[in-house]
């Protein structure tokens, strides 16, 4: 794996590990209808540096609850997301599903 794959994974990684994510993963899988004001104006804080982006986490709700319709498997594995779940999640990324 080169240095910018593997940077890729951990991002992918934190993404799908966030609260906003997994929130969404579980409440589509639940059945739980679309709640477009749960994260409205909540920001995850950037993770590297003070200049960075502050995340926008209805980003990051909205992909898992995609994420959960295009993926049958699990998101965690105990504590730690799911390998396969990160890689399908790569692979949808790549493929234009999830944007």
Same mark, same amino acid.
């Given at each position: 794996?080169? +240095?910018?794959?593997? %940077?890729?994974? %951990? !991002? =992918?990684?934190?993404?799908?590990?966030?609260? *906003?994510?997994? #929130?969404?993963? /579980?409440? #589509?899988? !639940?059945? @739980? *209808?679309?709640?477009?004001q749960?994260?409205?104006?909540?920001? $995850?804080? #950037?993770? !590297?540096?003070? +200049?960075? *982006?502050?995340?926008? &986490?209805?980003?990051?709700?909205?992909?898992g609850?995609?994420? &959960? @319709? =295009?993926? *049958?498997?699990? $998101? !965690? %594995?105990?504590? +730690?997301? /799911?390998?396969? &779940?990160v890689? #399908?999640?790569?692979?949808? @990324? /790549?493929?234009? &599903? @999830?944007?």
């Open positions: 794996m080169s +240095n910018g794959s593997s %940077t890729r994974q %951990t !991002k =992918i990684v934190s993404v799908m590990s966030s609260a *906003p994510f997994v #929130a969404g993963f /579980n409440e #589509a899988r !639940k059945g @739980i *209808p679309f709640d477009p749960r994260y409205e104006g909540v920001y $995850l804080p #950037a993770s !590297k540096g003070r +200049n960075a *982006p502050r995340v926008c &986490a209805a980003w990051r709700y909205e992909r609850r995609r994420f &959960a @319709i =295009i993926y *049958p498997g699990t $998101l !965690k %594995t105990g504590h +730690n997301v /799911n390998p396969e &779940a890689e #399908a999640y790569a692979n949808e @990324i /790549n493929a234009r &599903a @999830i944007r």
